[in-house]
């Protein structure tokens, strides 16, 4: 056994550990904590297996921008943690829980262990059009051609989801702007890494938007990148949240989605139908596509962790 399959091993049974720990936890925060960590141990084993694609993504939303969610969320259960317990489960609930927890894991490891050989892939003939897009990242060709429409309705997704959440404030504060991520007033660290951090993080997230076509990287773990700089800036409060009813911040919002749809249904003047990109521009429309969609998924993602407007418009 190499010195890789040791650390391999170890790095499997630290995920199962502190996944154990996840569920086990009775604190709703010392949970979030753990959900964190798994997601960041999660980010190691996709890099491992070379998915890098998804590691960089896991490691952005998986870990932070879900992260902070279930923080806020915790913090806010924190009162009725204490006080309320006739909504616990009893012992055995959680008993048929572990049993039906096993159960699936070992069905899945059978389904696993039982199958015969490499299974049915696309792989071999999504590489072999790779060129016809100019492009060297089949993960990308996947996203934004082969599959294109769902790429673009994932972000529409994106927009509702953002909309649902504003329409979750209150009347007086509707086009306002989110309250403050921290209640008390930031640490000097904390300030001061964002200060400096972002103009790292910004230059790091337009490398990995642009060289998405050709290595791992692309539109979305751009913009997740550009979010957590939004949101570092924010927890640090050297800018106020922006108010939701700004003109500015919603063709920001919008901005990926119609380019998306817009230049879908170009292709029906310029290739062979709606989303169909001409051989000879077929790289340079696609990394237009990403740009704005990175521009719209930076500011979808902070808005999403900010939560409903809770100040009137012009008090932010």
């Keep these: 056994m190499t010195v890789l399959d040791l650390l391999d091993t170890g790095l499997a049974v630290l995920v199962l550990a502190v996944a154990a720990w996840t569920i086990v936890a009775r604190s709703n925060f010392a949970a979030v904590i753990g959900f964190m960590t798994y997601g960041l141990l999660l980010s190691l084993v996709w890099a491992r297996i070379a998915a890098l694609d998804v590691a960089i993504t896991e490691a952005a939303i998986g870990s932070g921008v879900t992260g902070l969610l279930l923080i806020g969320a915790a913090v806010r259960l924190r009162a009725l943690e204490k006080s309320d317990t006739a909504g616990q489960v009893g012992g055995l609930g959680r008993v048929g829980a572990a049993v039906l927890s096993v159960l699936v894991v070992v069905a899945l490891a059978a389904v696993f262990l039982s199958a015969e050989g490499q299974g049915p892939s696309l792989a071999p ?40 959440v504003w329409s979750l404030a209150p009347d007086g504060a ?46 979305f773990q751009g913009g997740a990148l550009l979010a957590a ?32 749809l817009a230049v879908g249904l170009l292709g029906f003047a310029i290739a062979t139908g709606f989303l169909a990109y001409p051989t000879a521009y077929a790289k340079a429309l696609i990394l237009f596509i990403e740009a ?6 930076a500011a979808m993602l902070p808005l999403l962790v900010l939560g409903p407007p809770k100040v009137p418009g012009g008090r932010a």
């Design 125 to 164: 003939e999504a590489a072999r059009h790779l060129p016809q897009f100019g492009l060297g990242n089949p993960i990308t060709a996947v996203l934004m051609a082969y599959r294109a429409i769902d790429t673009m309705l994932e972000k529409v997704v994106l927009i509702l989801a953002v909309i649902g």
């Design 174 to 219: 509707w086009g306002g702007a989110p309250a403050n991520l921290s209640l008390a007033e930031p640490d000097p660290a904390l300030v001061y890494l964002a200060r400096v951090l972002p103009p790292f993080g910004i230059v790091v997230s337009i490398y990995i938007a642009w060289v998405g076509a050709s290595e791992p990287g692309g539109a």
């Design 229 to 260: 700089m939004a949101l570092v800036v924010l927890m640090a409060r050297l800018a106020p949240a922006p108010e939701v009813g700004r003109l500015w911040l919603r063709l920001v919002i919008v901005s990926g989605p119609v380019t998306f």
């Design 292 to 297: 704005f969609m990175v521009l719209s998924i």
